[in-house]
């Protein structure tokens, strides 16, 4: 809402007449939101008969049929969240003064010249909700909270509450002077609500030094290094929707790319950036990103952690131009009853002078031909004048120039670049010499090459190999913004594949190096940076955590100190919660009680995740159904309606659970080798309580907890 008339504002008077209003001024908001639906319909249709050219009315008809469906399919709920009300007179907010504003998750208003009725939470002028406070109150008389039923679908009865804070002695808003209050229960009760299904956005509880980041400026790389809950996926897909709404043209012709790492996560944010206002965001992993071709082979662990490695892409390097021969002979082209030559010396000078300069290798065999054919038609001018287009193009396309270029930079495929490496030790030997030892190289060699690249079977570890000779001889197509969650698995190889992608834009890089579960894990971020492209990217540490409360944080952090990385303790701005440690010798039958008292917690709501040991889950889901007890697998059906879903820790990373029942943590830190690292991410998926269930002692760190 925007309003220069103080009579519009709420009153004085008691809490019910305010949220009278408030209510009623929700259904004004919801019909004006339904007119600018219509508007957009009826823009539509306009569009389609509007006289312009071909592709002036294709660009419109574009943008108009996206923008009405952008609006028809937002999804429903709660119009606006927030207000604030500033100060008739402040030097702080001379464009504001004296202005009310409500904020929403996307702008509405009656029409396009008229002042919003809401105020897009991204507006500069939002930026007040989330900095303003008591002591840089930023011209903001009164900050207001809304509170609204859970899974409102924007009915205005929903309304249940709403509260001011005083920030400057003016007072606009019911309720009187006074100072802030000592914390927000409607901020603190939406952090805190329970969550079953997807994640939510946060656009309502955004926190100061999370909105720092969320507006941080395109130009600009990020680095955060965030404990658990401590918000740091969201505050990504939250910048991304920011970097939508201030850059849209930039952005939506460049493209913005959200990685996670796995198709589970992606299921898990899908919502999020839909929730904002913002549906045309390719999300993806980065296997889809570079997948060539299936996962059908399957690669040891050392095996895999070598082709990962980082130096294999000098050796790949090396294999791809390897193909590159000096010329033989001169090149002869027939031209009617003339026959040009163009002498050895000339033709190894341009294929020097093209490696020299370094281009992509599908690039410089173009500009090996270019230049021969440049020379062949300055002989022809010097006899007889200037050639036509259609001469140089029948020169370039003629068998003698098309048969040199075969010969001295040969057209090639990533398929048989990496094949004729891991099929061929001894060609792998050569690429490899120097930087692979004998033993490295046996590890990656194929124990049975194929008879073809065609018939290979390539391991996921082998589609990074690929990704990196398709980048060596074509650049991929970049995108303007690349959001990396759970960066700190990455691997140098993948890194560099998403470096290709970013080439010229910028990235929101996120991860917790203490949550590293890969054989590849990033130990320290600087080395990751270097290898995404960007060293020089802004390093942000978050470590007070909204979601994950105290008793977890505590019991968490007794792991910290064992992994192999230099971090800083979270902490948790939530009292409380609660850790149990059931220890017994049915470890099935503690688990079903488990999970049936966390059924039994929390008044019929809230999410309960099962996290067991990969190896385990199945014999757990056994135990669950013969006890009767309702569940979900992380993919399966009614995962997002079921209140307990049953799933590895492997699957576990970014998700988080009211609930966490943690079954047997030995067999968790025993199944890889980072399993203490795995067991440190189990246990801080629950945002409320943790069962922790064993037979086996607990590792060490959690053997010393309080029981």
């Known amino acids: 809402m925007t309003s220069p008339d103080p009579a519009s504002r709420p009153r004085q008077g008691s809490l019910q007449q305010a949220l009278t209003e408030e209510r009623a001024y929700h259904d004004t908001c919801r019909d004006a939101l339904a007119a600018m639906v219509g508007r957009a319909r009826e823009q539509v249709v306009i569009g389609e008969d509007a006289a312009a050219s071909g592709a002036d009315a294709e660009v419109l008809g574009y943008w108009l049929r996206s923008w009405a469906k952008e609006l028809r399919e937002s999804p429903e709920g709660p119009l606006f969240f927030g207000r604030l009300d500033f100060a008739s007179a402040s030097p702080a907010s001379s464009r504001h003064a004296g202005m009310s504003y409500h904020i929403g998750r996307r702008r509405i208003t009656r029409d396009a010249a008229a002042p919003p009725l809401v105020v897009d939470w991204r507006a500069p002028v939002s930026r007040a909700f989330y900095q303003a406070s008591a002591r840089d109150p930023q011209g903001v008389a009164v900050r207001r909270r809304f509170g609204w039923a859970p899974g409102s679908r924007s009915d205005s009865a929903d309304l249940t509450g709403l509260e001011d804070e005083h920030l400057t002695g003016e007072c606009l808003t019911p309720g009187g002077p006074g100072g802030p209050e000592p914390g927000s229960r409607i901020l603190t009760a939406e952090i805190e609500r329970p969550r079953i299904g997807p994640m939510r956005d946060i656009a309502a509880t955004i926190q100061p030094e999370q909105d720092d980041l969320v507006r941080a400026d395109l130009t600009v790389s990020l680095c955060v290094q965030g404990a658990p809950g401590t918000g740091k996926t969201a505050v990504g897909l939250h910048r991304a929707a920011y970097l939508l709404y201030t850059h849209p043209q930039r952005i939506r012709r460049d493209g913005l790319l959200v990685l996670g790492p796995n198709r589970m996560f992606l299921s898990y944010i899908a919502e999020v950036l839909p929730a904002l206002g913002e549906t045309g965001v390719r999300q993806s992993t980065v296997l889809d990103e570079i997948a060539r071709h299936p996962v059908t082979g399957e690669d040891d662990e050392r095996a895999a952690v070598l082709k990962h490695d980082a130096r294999m892409a000098e050796v790949l390097r090396r294999a791809l131009y390897a193909r590159i021969a000096p010329p033989t002979g001169p090149l002869v082209v027939p031209d009617g009853s003339y026959r040009w030559r163009v002498p050895e010396d000339d033709l190894r000078r341009i294929v020097e002078d093209v490696r020299a300069e370094e281009p992509p290798y599908g690039t410089g065999r173009e500009r090996v031909r270019t230049r021969v054919v440049r020379l062949v038609q300055l002989q022809a001018e010097r ?126 890089v996120l991860g917790d190096l203490a949550q590293g579960t890969t054989p590849w894990a990033a130990r320290s971020w600087p080395a990751l940076l270097a290898h995404l492209g960007k060293p020089d990217a802004e390093f942000v540490p978050l470590t007070t955590g909204y979601r994950v409360p105290a008793a977890v944080v505590r019991l968490s952090n007794r792991l910290l100190h064992r992994l192999d990385v230099r971090v800083p303790e979270a902490r948790s701005l939530r009292p409380g919660g609660e850790v149990r440690l059931r220890h017994g010798h049915d470890l099935l039958a503690m688990a079903v009680d488990a999970v049936r008292d966390a059924l039994a917690d929390g008044a019929g709501s809230g999410s309960v995740g099962v996290i067991a ?49 943690a079954v047997e943590p030995a067999a968790i830190a025993a199944a890889e080798a980072r399993g203490l690292a795995r067991l440190y991410v189990v246990l801080t998926r629950a945002v409320s309580r943790l069962d922790v269930v064993h037979e086996r002692p607990l590792p060490p760190g959690l053997a010393t907890a309080d029981r």
């Open 383 to 508: 006899r007889s004048g200037p050639r036509p287009d259609s001469w140089v193009r029948r020169v370039s396309r003629s068998r003698p120039v098309g048969a040199y270029l075969d010969a001295v930079w040969p057209r090639v495929r990533p398929e048989e670049v990496v094949a004729g490496l891991l099929g061929d030790p001894g060609a792998l030997a050569t690429a490899a010499d120097g930087v692979l030892d004998a033993d490295e190289q046996k590890a990656v060699s194929w124990t049975r090459p194929p008879r073809s690249p065609r018939s290979a079977r390539w391991s996921a570890a082998d589609l990074v190999l690929l990704d990196e000779v398709a980048g060596l001889v074509e650049h991929p197509e970049g995108y303007g913004h690349v959001v990396v969650d759970e960066a700190q698995d990455l691997s140098p190889m993948e890194c560099r594949a998403i470096a290709r992608r970013a080439a010229f834009g910028s990235l929101t």
């Open 613 to 661: 040991a990969d190896a385990d889950v199945v014999r757990l889901r056994k135990a669950l159904d013969a006890a009767g007890v309702p569940y979900a697998g992380p993919d399966g059906p009614g995962a997002h309606g079921t209140r307990v879903t049953v799933l590895g820790a492997g699957a576990a990373k970014g998700l988080e659970y009211d609930h966490v029942v």
